[in-house]
């Protein structure tokens, strides 16, 4: 994050959300996107790139290796090195904040012949990498992490690497994307058995850049297997905007009364788009315009108007497919007739905070009834009626981003609004957020 001094910040009604608007890209796509770039052979152009702190950690790592990445207007220009192709960088690649950076890099370097120490922010520090350090140790890297299996880290790769089976104990994209990436520079076929399926963005643009790849189902299992090691092209990239960020504004529209809203260019890729689908359960009103393909990924505008919501069960076998817009999900919840129950979401306990006792806390902080459970939170929604917000404290958002953004849609519909202890995270995804949320509620 740009300053060491917090920045609080309250969020208030504004009024309905009406217009158009458009999100940034998706940060899923941009982080590989630059990777994809830098592990070619020649100039690859990126637009629609989210420009926000982790992606920029992603960069500037890639950079540090020796791939050429610079903005060209509104553009991003990568010259890559080829798979196997990365240089001995000089000193710590600095990953931020972005664990999504920190657990790919580990997969990149895993298969590569050189060593280096990845560090992080004080949040991301103490995430645990052991998910991804088990597999890639399985093909022959060794690993130095700090106690408890976080960073710093010390990695060191194994080439040639050794080509592995892998079935994922957990369902989780950047573990399988880990191993993938390993196995780009791996004689032999990699394997990742995923039994539930994750978002695949991986899978998709490494086909697009030329990766030999298979994938399938066997005995009710995705399996997903890459040929090594490979030879990647250049292309172009068009990054559509991010479905996570458009969640946000997806449930300010649905729970702000009067309001009608268009979401423009929004991914709706079916691994990422499990918000949209339990939100249209709880009976929001949200219609896919123009709907269309961008670059291999289903892409419409949405229109979300106000609708009256109902609590719901929500189904923990959707939860790969909108793991971090539960906190979001949380703040509809509280609004919505009735009673939501999430379960099998051990996941957000291990994310940049614990979200489900980051959420649990904020929200019964600002007037919701939440009740805080193993594997998930049970909410008691008001029926419509305005949330209390919050009087004398400001939520503590924990230097997560997602809980900061969720508690300013909150905000919105809150009596007396909500204050946030600090917004600094949010510009590691969403640059320009609480501008774009109060423009579109002017």
């Known amino acids: 994050m740009t300053a060491d001094t917090p920045q609080p910040r309250h969020f208030a009604p504004r009024g309905p959300l009406t217009g158009r608007i458009r999100v940034p890209g998706d940060k899923s796509i941009s982080h590989r996107a630059l990777m994809f770039s830098a592990l070619a052979v020649g100039r690859s152009r990126i637009s629609g790139l989210l420009e926000g702190e982790d992606v920029l950690a992603t960069a500037a790592a890639l950079r540090a290796m020796g791939a050429t990445v610079e903005r060209n207007g509104e553009d991003w220009i990568v010259d890559g090195v080829g798979v196997g192709g990365f240089l001995q960088p000089q000193g710590a690649l600095e990953m931020g904040n972005s664990g999504t950076s920190t ?3 580990l997969g990149l370097l895993a298969s590569q012949g050189i060593t280096a120490v990845l560090t992080g922010d004080a949040s991301l520090s103490k995430r645990p990498m052991g998910r991804v350090i088990d597999p890639l140790s399985e093909m022959g890297a060794r690993f130095e992490p700090s106690p408890g299996g976080t960073l710093p880290l010390l990695i060191e790769g194994m080439e040639p690497a050794v080509p592995i089976t892998y079935r994922l104990p957990v369902a989780s994209a950047q573990v399988k994307s880990a191993v993938l990436l390993a196995g780009l520079n791996t004689p032999g076929i990699t394997t990742v058995i995923e039994p539930v399926p994750t978002r695949d963005h991986t899978e998709r643009m490494l086909a697009g850049f030329g990766a030999q790849l298979d994938t399938g189902e066997e005995d009710g299992e995705r399996v997903v297997r890459i040929h090594g090691p490979a030879d990647l092209k250049p292309c172009n990239v068009t990054v559509p905007g991010d479905p996570s960020s458009a969640a946000f504004f997806a449930v300010a529209a649905s729970i702000v009364p009067g309001s009608d809203l268009v979401i423009e260019n929004v991914g709706l890729n079916p691994t990422r788009a499990g918000i949209f689908t339990v939100l249209r359960q709880m009976g929001a009103d949200i219609e ?6 961008v670059g291999g990924e289903p892409v419409a505008d949405l229109r979300v108007r106000h609708a009256a919501l109902s609590g719901v069960e929500v189904d923990p076998a959707i939860a790969p ?3 971090d817009e539960f ?9 919505a007739e009735g009673t939501t129950v999430t379960t099998g979401l051990d ?8 979200r489900l006792a980051a959420m649990a806390a904020a929200l019964a902080e600002a007037g919701a009834k939440v009740k805080e459970m193993p594997d998930g939170l049970v909410i008691h929604g008001s029926g419509g009626k305005p949330l209390r917000g919050t009087t004398d404290t400001a939520v503590a958002t924990h230097l997560d981003h997602r809980i900061a953004m969720s ?5 919105l519909a809150s009596s007396n609004g909500v204050e946030i202890d600090d917004v600094r995270p949010i510009a590691t995804s969403f640059p320009g957020f609480a501008a774009l949320l109060y423009g579109a509620s002017a």
């Open 321 to 323: 497919s909108m793991i």
């Open 103 to 105: 657990r790919l890099f």
């Open 288 to 293: 896919e315009l123009d709907a269309r393909d």
């Open 407 to 411: 508690m300013a849609v909150a905000g």
């Open 347 to 354: 996941e957000l306990r291990v994310k940049e905070s614990d």
């Open 327 to 335: 906190p979001v999900l949380f703040v509809a919840a509280t609004l």
